[in-house]
């Protein structure tokens, strides 16, 4: 899966209505429709901090099994041996942090055959460092400017539409100008004196790095590419299509430490970049790096390079084939596992679909990722749901899916035990889902909303614009946006939901309240960004009519 469709999937929630229509006939939705109940964290009371096998539970918190990817919000990857090795005797001793830079560096340069190699604060970071260090080109008196770019000679970055994600937050947090482009033509006009570089995700064809390598190149803008999830290729592919830089997070495939990132390419941008990070003091000294870090992403490169790959990539299959054959006789279940392409790069992992009728085995996908996510062992598993097309067999049909490269030794076989017995478990067909109340009131028109944020107060407005039953539709105005709003009511349960959206950005709103007589109170679900609270108020549009005059004529005086 790509870096791109990971984020769509991430950020490309079905609104209320959307959810509701779309979950009830299965039950997909284990929540009773309109009910106010929220998911809680799932951390209980712990006391001290134990370390040991069980120093998560200690403090309260239950630890899970990775059956879904290298998400950074569950911890992304498991660090190598030798990665906690190398950490464990880095701490031990002191050491002149720009002296373990240049050896680390150079090391990195003679594994991966890249001139230079530099180790950040994540892969974010890198790429923040390196548009800084780039940016100011290796002058302290700009750097220190920063993000303050008057009398700057660089301050824009070019990046292409399909490249535009959550993470050019660390570009754009420089000062620079973002300028998006849609085509390779739009790429070449847009090139000037103040392009400072080019940001870009891999893709198909035309954006590929070779594309725009040929354009860039020419006219001297370095190209910094983003492989955050890939597997590291040696020589690196991104730098001989023409790449200046190329930047991998070391927390995924390569599973180095969390906190780290790897950033391979021109030596003179990479040391610009290092004169910009921790422990130097300027814009990027937020980005601290420490010993143990650096020396434990160089470690993870060292076991990369000699890596026995398609061995490793075989066991993942193995691993998944133990699930598969547990599944064995369970009506309408099929287990299928798919190996990457030859060649692939992003998040390259056989994936096991586990995939059933509904309406035979009484449960869903989306029911059995929750259960698994909820009670102990914890398991985190993708999930999907597909209708049958009228043309072909009616049957609808729902799914798990489990990635192998993160699963721990013997995960497999909890994971299988614990599908199985959810799978097997006897159950009666779910019954049809519960009506909706009447709506406890016409709430159409415009209310006054109040949030509380954690540290602030926000005013937005809700233009219900038509009611017709439960069912809710109308516009959400926020302080920055207006954007569309739909929702239900059920009784006097209200449930909106909004979408914020901007180039690399995606802000879901969902407002669930109660209403009583002109005024709705409840909580606001943000998805990463937490919770806060609303308050909302029916507001009478202005009553005073005036009729409004065409000018006879044009105007006579200012």
């Known amino acids: 899966m790509k870096r791109r469709d990971i984020l769509k999937e991430l950020t490309l929630l079905p609104l209320a209505g959307g959810v509701i229509a779309s979950m009830d006939a299965f039950g997909e939705g284990t ?19 134990k370390p040991g096998p069980q120093i998560y539970q200690s403090i309260g918190v239950e630890p899970i099994i990775n059956c879904r990817g290298t998400f950074t919000i569950i911890g992304a990857s498991i660090e190598l041996p030798e990665v906690r090795e190398a950490m464990e005797y880095a701490c031990q001793f002191n050491v002149q942090i720009d002296e373990l830079a240049f050896g680390v560096g150079q090391r990195l340069a003679d594994i991966t055959g890249a001139e230079w190699g530099m180790v950040s604060s994540g892969c ?42 959550v993470y050019d937050h660390a570009i ?18 847009a090139i000037n004196p103040r392009t400072a570089m080019i940001y870009m995700m891999p893709g198909g064809d035309p954006w590929t ?63 610009s970049a290092w ?37 490793e990539m075989k066991s993942w299959v193995s691993s998944l084939d133990v699930i598969v054959k547990k599944m064995a006789g369970i009506p309408s279940v099929e287990a299928v596992v798919k190996e990457p392409a030859e060649g692939a790069l992003d998040n390259a992992t056989p994936t096991l679909t586990i995939t ?10 989306q029911e059995v990722a929750d259960e698994l996510q909820t009670t102990k062992p914890r398991v985190a598993v993708g999930t999907g749901f597909r209708r049958g097309a009228p043309s072909a067999s009616p049957t609808p049909t729902t799914s798990i899916t489990i990635a192998a490269y993160m699963m721990g030794p013997g995960n497999n076989k909890i994971v299988a035990d614990r599908v199985h017995e959810i799978l097997t478990r006897k159950r009666s067909a779910p019954k049809e889902a519960a009506q909706m109340k009447a709506a406890a009131a016409d709430i159409s028109g415009r209310w006054e909303v109040s949030i509380d944020f954690y540290t602030s ?23 920055f946006a207006t954007r569309e709003l739909l929702g ?40 990463e960004y937490v919770t806060a609270k609303f308050t909302a108020k029916r507001s009478a549009f202005p009553a005073n009519r005036q009729r409004i005059n065409i000018p006879a004529g044009r105007p006579l005086s200012t």
């Open 356 to 365: 059933w009728d509904p309406t035979k085995l009484n449960i869903t996908g």
């Open 457 to 479: 107060q926000s005013k937005h407005t809700f233009f219900i614009e038509r009611q017709e039953g439960n069912w809710l539709l109308g516009t959400h105005k926020g302080e």
């Open 172 to 189: 754009r947090n420089i000062g620079v100008k973002i300028i998006t482009v849609e085509t390779l033509e739009e790429l070449a006009g």
């Open 124 to 165: 974010a970071a890198g790429m923040n460092e390196v548009t800084a260090g780039i940016i100011a080109g290796g002058n302290p008196e700009k750097l220190i400017r920063i993000p303050n770019l008057e009398g700057f000679e660089k301050t824009e970055v070019i990046i292409p539409r399909t490249s535009r994600n």
């Open 275 to 311: 004169q910009a990070s921790a422990p130097h003091h300027g814009p990027c000294r937020n980005n601290k790096l420490g010993r143990e870090e650096m020396v434990g992403m160089l470690a993870a490169v060292e076991a990369w390079a000699v890596r026995d790959h398609k061995a």
């Open 31 to 49: 929540e009773k429709i309109g009910s106010l109940k929220k998911a809680a964290a799932a951390v209980t009371v712990g006391g001290p901090l």
């Open 209 to 271: 790095v070779e594309n725009v390598a040929k354009i860039a190149k020419p006219k001297n803008v370095p190209i910094l590419v983003d492989a955050a999830a890939e597997r590291l290729t040696i020589p690196n592919i991104h730098l001989k299509a023409g790449a200046s830089v190329v930047a991998y997070s070391g927390g995924k495939v390569l599973r180095g430490p969390q906190c780290a990132g790897l950033l391979l390419g021109d030596k003179d941008v990479l040391m």
């Open 488 to 527: 239900n009511i059920d009784g006097d349960e209200v449930r909106f939901q909004s979408r914020y959206s901007i180039p690399g950005d995606n802000v879901v709103m969902t407002f669930y309240g109660k209403l009583n007589g002109d005024t709705i109170t409840g909580e606001i679900d943000m998805v």
